[in-house]
């Protein structure tokens, strides 16, 4: 995992300041002449992303300066302060800005996540570049939320050669060692004999035995439980993808990625909850045992669904998950998944859609996304679509023809297995197409900052 943190605060630093357009002028004319004069000549105009060094009289840098272009730059792109990490030469800097507040707070939290590097296969060069804490963020804080991004952003950009569901099993292992979480993980045939029948059809096909991985950690506080979709590889199962749709599906299990990256933010701060955090495991493949269209699976809930296409695997095997996560009295149950490719043609890949029921919480969750800079957006349990994930010749329809509203009708099935506790679903995408500040291209976290800044107050 990538190493993220701050620069020794006792190293000699260069100043750095942070600008935006409208108050260039301003800072501008309190240096020096001769630095006045280097501004001007540059041409240098704060625009978002674009760095100026300043050279001192001994041939160094005197100072740095980072655009963060206009209000509309800003309404527009996060992390532009981040940009900065990457045009910086080698050495220390102090952050000298206006910004204060959740302004500052992105910006230093921008600087960690730019240092991220997956170097797993190919060297990747870490950033040379340091910046001391700046003086009014929280710096343990903000270091246990990168660090748990990182986490989420190697398990995603691991190739499904290497993180099978054993190996999703392996991290959920280590994570629960460093912070003395209890782990419970039940494996192959012992799934049936534990009443967890979907999620033993979905991964029956691949020679890597299908898994439910159970942690828990604390006995105080709220009781939370973190479900994540683990589907380590989806080939769609009969109903094959086409290869351009495969190409990226080691990302299928973004959400179990997700969910341990946001345990580890909460243990790493000590948040007093009773977490419990569930990932069904599987690969789905395509062997002699793989679960057909037209097959009618009986749901740890009792539920009998009506398999139309075996490429909608996600929502089953979450559907045993949350039926266990509802058996005992839970404050909250989120799920998180890589769900539909509905949510990605209704919000794009930089939108976290969510659904629930409770308009406080949908509205403490959303104040906190804005807080964080780590967008969501409300979606909604449309009941009205109910009929249509009712088949006839079983209770439910894992996916009904029409095509309309698939992300609506995906959440509607697995709220049919959450009844007792209040329910929050994320689909998210996991995944960054193309890099932007403090998001490299691959695996990203989606919703797991806003949980974690809303959850004190949705769970008081």
């Known amino acids: 995992m990538t190493a993220l943190t701050f620069a020794d605060p006792t190293a000699k630093a260069v100043p750095l ?37 300043v050279p001192g009289k001994g041939g160094g840098v005197e100072r740095a300066l980072v655009g963060l272009g206009t209000d509309q730059d800003r309404l527009r792109g996060r992390f532009l302060f981040a940009r900065a990490r990457a045009a910086l030469p080698e050495g220390t800097y102090a952050l000298k800005s206006d910004l204060s507040g959740r302004d500052l707070e992105e910006a230093a939290l921008g600087w960690l996540l730019a240092g991220y590097r997956f170097g797993r296969y190919a060297d990747a060069p870490p950033s040379k570049a340091g910046l001391v804490a700046p ?49 419970v993980v039940t494996i192959g045939d012992a799934l049936l004999e534990a009443n967890l029948p979907m999620i033993h059809a979905v991964g029956r096909a691949s020679p890597r035995a299908p898994r ?12 939370l439980t973190l479900v994540g979709k683990g589907v380590c590889f989806d080939t769609g199962g009969l109903n094959l993808k086409p290869g351009a749709s ?11 990625a997700t969910v341990l990256g946001l345990a580890q933010m909460i243990l790493a701060l000590e948040l007093e909850f009773q977490l419990r955090v569930l990932i069904p495991a599987v690969e789905n493949a395509v062997s002699g045992p793989s679960f057909r269209p037209g097959d009618i699976l009986t749901s740890r809930k009792g539920l009998t669904v009506e398999i139309n296409n075996t490429d909608a695997e ?33 919000v794009g890949h930089d939108l976290a859609p969510f659904y629930c029921d409770d308009d406080g919480m949908a509205q403490a969750l959303s104040e906190a996304a804005n807080a964080v800079r780590d967008p969501v957006w409300r979606m909604p349990f449309w009941p009205p679509y109910e009929p249509r994930i009712e088949p006839g010749i079983a209770d439910l ?26 329910y929050l679903h994320f689909d998210i995408y996991g995944w960054q197409p193309t890099a932007a500040p403090a998001r490299p291209k691959g695996g990203v976290g989606q919703g797991a900052r806003a949980l974690l800044e809303g959850l004190p107050s949705i769970l008081k």
Do not use: C, Y
């Not at 828990?216 to 009781?223: F, I, M, N």
């Not at 266990?324 to 209704?346: F, I, K, N, Q, Y």
């Open 17 to 53: 300041h942070a600008v935006t357009t409208d108050a260039l002028d301003r800072l501008v004319d309190g240096l020096e002449e001769d630095s006045r004069a280097w501004v001007a000549m540059t041409g240098f105009s704060a625009a978002a992303g674009k760095v100026l060094l």
């Open 135 to 183: 003086v009014g963020v929280d710096a343990d804080r903000l270091i246990a939320i990168a660090a748990g991004e990182a986490l989420t952003r190697d398990l995603i950009n691991t190739p499904a050669q290497d993180m099978g569901p054993e190996e999703l099993e392996g991290a959920a292992r280590d994570l629960a060692a460093r912070f003395g979480a209890k782990l």
């Open 212 to 223: 439910l991985i159970d942690m828990r950690h604390g006995d105080k506080g709220p009781k």
């Open 246 to 256: 495969m190409a990226i599906m080691k990302k299928d299990m973004g959400g179990a």
């Open 314 to 346: 996600g929502r089953l095997v979450l559907a045993d998950a949350l039926a266990l996560a509802d058996e005992e009295e839970t404050d909250l149950v989120v799920s998180m998944a890589t769900l539909t490719g509905a949510a990605r043609v209704a």
């Open 397 to 422: 329809d894992n996916a009904p023809s029409g095509g309309m509203a698939g992300s609506i009708i995906a959440a509607l099935f697995l709220r049919r297995f959450v009844e007792r506790a209040r």
